[in-house]
């Protein structure tokens, strides 16, 4: 992967990693880094690091960082050189984390960084992801609510794998699961979708996400809109199988259409050209849905290709310690 790295062999891995994306978060950093210092300091004692990634911000996001930073060797601040959106900016924080565990988290204070503590037990006790399920979304309009709702329902159905329900990207994650989230080198990102999709052992924390502690949400509808067409194009073919189904559907109900037509056509009921030109109109058409369905299959299966994933994730070998090395081996000789 072509992507520009921090070196991770500068000290011994921290125990835990907090990864925030920010984006004109000015007015509300110092609250978030207070608070979350204070929750690994609780948890990990002085074995931590925050990474903070400005996302291209607008206002003083960037200076507060830089001060941040100064001031605390504990915080990483990570500037992109432009807006590159939520998931892309959350990616490079997790390429620059090197702890062994990391909790994910928005910088709003939406999620409550105290949580980490409850998240850690639950890893205690053998879990790779623990992510936060949201019970109820304060501060939130009831369109957004009713949005997301509709909208994991819908990517629900579309999907294979399963997506958990009212599910951000607020998690605490093992080492080896980030490892094998760094090892997808897609372009889209769908960060929740490709941790579900890595399997191992992923237990919910339920949680009441509360308002944003100050600004305001960089998620207006459009990006929604567009983190949804993400979250169903890269995880399912579905809508390319649509024309299949049409084409199918419709080739039916021609058959049923050319039969009418022919039995008017035999009892003189029917105008002068009227039957072969229905007929024509109505085979052509159907045959051209299908063909363009076998079209949706192939280019749904090279899309699949080009996405070049690891193939699987081997969660444990018993027995032969070396399998381990050869299945890796043998997937890279794959891809
Ligand atoms: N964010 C970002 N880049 C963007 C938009 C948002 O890094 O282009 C960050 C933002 O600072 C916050 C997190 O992503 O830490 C979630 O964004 P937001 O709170 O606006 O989304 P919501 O919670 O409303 O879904
Ligand atoms: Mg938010």
């Not at 503590?117 to 879990?127: L, Q």
Request: glycine share 8%; aromatic share 8%; with cysteine.
């Amino acid at each position: 992967m072509s992507v520009a790295t921090l070196d991770r062999h500068d000290s011994m891995s921290p125990r835990l990693s907090v990864v925030a994306p920010c984006y004109n978060e000015e007015e509300g950093l110092p609250e978030f880094v207070r608070r979350v210092t204070e929750t690994c300091v609780a948890n990990v004692g002085a074995s931590y690091e925050i990474v903070l990634v400005n996302d291209g911000s607008r206002d003083k996001t960037w200076s507060i960082m830089q001060n941040l930073s100064a001031n605390d060797p504990h915080i990483v601040a990570i500037n992109l050189s432009r807006n590159y959106g939520h998931q892309i900016a959350l990616t490079s924080g997790l390429q620059n984390a090197r702890g062994e565990r990391i909790l994910i988290i928005d910088a709003d204070l939406q999620d409550p960084p105290e949580l980490l503590a409850p998240m850690m037990e639950k890893m205690d006790e053998g879990a790779d992801v623990v992510y936060g399920q949201r019970r109820k979304r304060e501060g939130e309009t009831l369109f957004k609510s009713l949005t997301a709702a509709i909208f994991y329902r819908v990517l629900r159905r579309l999907v294979d794998i399963e997506i958990p329900l009212d599910t951000g990207d607020f998690r605490l994650m093992t080492r080896r699961a980030l490892d094998v989230l760094n090892s997808m080198p897609e372009q889209t990102r769908f960060i929740r979708g490709m941790v579900s999709w890595m399997g191992l052992k992923q237990v919910p924390l339920m949680y009441d996400r509360s308002a944003r502690f100050a600004g305001e949400t960089a998620y207006p509808l459009s990006k929604m809109v567009r983190l949804a067409f993400d979250a169903i194009t890269g995880f399912s073919i579905t809508p390319l199988r649509i024309a299949s189904y049409l084409g199918v559907a419709m080739g039916g109900l021609s058959l049923v259409m050319v039969g009418y037509t022919l039995l008017s056509w035999m009892f003189g009921s029917a105008v002068a050209g009227w039957t072969s030109l229905t007929s024509i109109v109505l085979l052509i058409g159907s045959t051209q849905l299908m063909v363009l369905g076998m079209f949706g299959e192939y280019l749904g299966r090279m899309y699949i290709e080009t996405k070049r994933r690891p193939l699987y994730v081997v969660d444990s070998v018993i027995g032969r310690a070396h399998i381990a090395t050869e299945a890796a081996l043998t997937q890279r000789a794959a891809s």
